[in-house]
């Protein structure tokens, strides 16, 4: 017997209605974003305990079950449903889930996995199993660490038009070039790079021109992949290329990181306490140098080479112990540290602490499947929604569109738009050629723009106009 745990509300017009079969970390994530954005959500799990912990805050349905079974499909509605996000802990009964789903009724169906197998059939399971989606978790923060550690003086890098362009975050260090100096006076010397929102405090806006820089400011910026570095090194920020990194914990993430990292020359060196697991990624990874250690013990630590390393990640499974690994690599190397976050959610703490740059797997998962459901409610004549970030905790949105025909925004040079407050038009991607627009560039077909804003919820590009 299924037990409807709350009452289903009317449907917002214009949303989805979507089935989530698991509340953990990731289902979670998706549920409070994806209600937000007026979608009729219905979730699905085998633990009443954990379904009423989310219905009871958001205004969704919840159904107990295996989310694989038909008759607990049924129950959620899934003959009727425009999408199912199948993110339980196991990978078989995701896949299982979306192809009864595919099955039974006419949805688009999306997957979490997450084993390091399946990583490497994505393509053919997508296709045989009609899926749209697959996403993997341990993969996807791996990549994302990546990109920071390749430009190890960033506190963040995010990617846009397939990599062609970066927005990059960077604290302005005491007594830099850029202090006291407006946005104004710093564009008529640097022109090609793009300023898009800082941080002071706890406060985030989107920068006009008379905006003053001071010390300790987080910028946010948007250029090209090579300008970027060009930047960073023009305002005297250190660009090294990280040589040695030491990777605490030896699960998916450090696998997929490991793997990447020694791709492009890093030497890698990998602490795992687990013997079997440290046996096993010897075999995996032939090239890093894997040892049989506890890595939240000092000793072991400074015999690794802590104090001399380049990069240091703490990938345990545990959040607190990768927060005080990073405070105390800190306190005793120079190295570019990244901690990785998959539970606590107290992010003004987390802030205050000084852990470098902070990675979120459940964020990155949640916002890959939030880009991808906005490009599905969009309207399909004028834009698409190809790639989203969220940024500082939500606050601000950097959203990538692509231009499919005419609308009300292109061919008029930029100037004469009149967008709503807090949004501002960071690059344009034109056939490969990324373009920091100035007040005569026009937005042309086929163009992909990226808008970064402080409203949320933008599925088209012309709502960003009055």
């Not at 710093?186 to 003053?212: K, S, Y």
């Amino acid at each position: 017997m299924f037990e409807k745990l709350i009452k289903k509300t009317a449907r917002v017009k214009s949303g989805l209605k979507i089935v989530i079969v698991g509340c953990g970390k990731v289902g979670g994530t998706l549920v409070e974003q994806l209600s937000k954005e007026g979608h009729d959500i219905v979730l699905v799990d085998r633990s009443a305990e954990r379904l009423h912990a989310l219905t009871d805050i958001y205004d969704v349905m919840g159904v107990v079950g295996n989310g694989a079974s038909f008759s607990t499909l049924s129950e959620a509605g899934i003959e009727d449903a425009d999408m199912i996000i199948a993110v339980t802990d196991s990978d078989e009964l995701n896949l299982l889930t979306c192809t009864v789903a595919r099955r039974e009724g006419n949805c688009t169906a999306i997957a979490r996995v997450r084993n390091p197998e399946y990583s490497q059939e994505i393509g053919y399971l997508q296709e045989r199993l009609g899926l749209a989606m697959i996403i993997n978790p341990d993969k996807e923060a791996a990549n994302e660490i990546a990109r920071v550690l390749s430009l190890p003086a960033a506190l963040g890098v995010n990617t846009f038009a397939h990599g062609l362009a970066e927005m990059v975050r960077v604290k302005i260090p005491e007594g830099n070039v850029l202090c006291n100096k407006s946005l104004a006076g710093l564009g008529r010397d640097i022109r090609n790079i793009l300023i898009c929102a800082v941080e002071r405090g706890n406060d985030v806006c989107i920068p006009t021109g008379n905006f003053v820089l001071q010390e300790g400011d987080i910028i946010t910026f948007l250029a090209s992949t090579k300008e970027a570095t060009v930047f960073l090194e023009d305002i005297g920020i250190q660009t090294n290329r990280i040589r040695h990194a030491i990777l605490i914990g030896g699960g998916r993430s450090a696998y997929y990181l490991a793997k990447q990292l020694m791709e492009v020359g890093v030497h890698v060196k990998i602490i795992e306490k687990d013997k079997a697991r440290s046996e096993e990624l010897s075999i995996l990874l032939p090239n890093a140098i894997v040892l049989n250690a506890d890595g939240t013990e000092t000793a072991v630590l400074k015999e690794a080479g802590m104090e001399q390393v380049d990069a240091f990640i703490p990938l345990t499974g545990i959040d607190e112990e990768n927060i005080l690994l990073t405070l105390h690599a800190k306190e005793v190397s120079k190295a570019k540290v990244i901690t990785k976050i998959n539970r606590i959610n107290f992010h003004g703490v987390i802030n205050r602490l000084e852990l470098g740059s902070v990675i979120y797997p459940k964020y990155i998962v949640a916002e890959a499947i939030i880009a991808y459901v906005r490009a599905l409610t969009a309207s399909k004549d004028s834009s698409n929604v190809e790639t989203l970030y969220h940024l500082f905790d939500y606050r601000t949105e950097a959203i990538e569109f692509h231009i499919k025909g005419e609308s009300d925004l292109t061919n008029k040079p930029l100037k004469d738009l009149k967008l709503k407050d807090n949004v501002l038009i960071g690059c344009i991607n034109r056939d490969g050629h990324i373009i920091i627009p100035g007040g005569n560039d026009c937005i042309k077909p086929n163009d992909s723009v990226i808008i970064v804003t402080t409203h949320t919820g933008f599925d088209d590009i012309r709502e960003i106009l009055k």
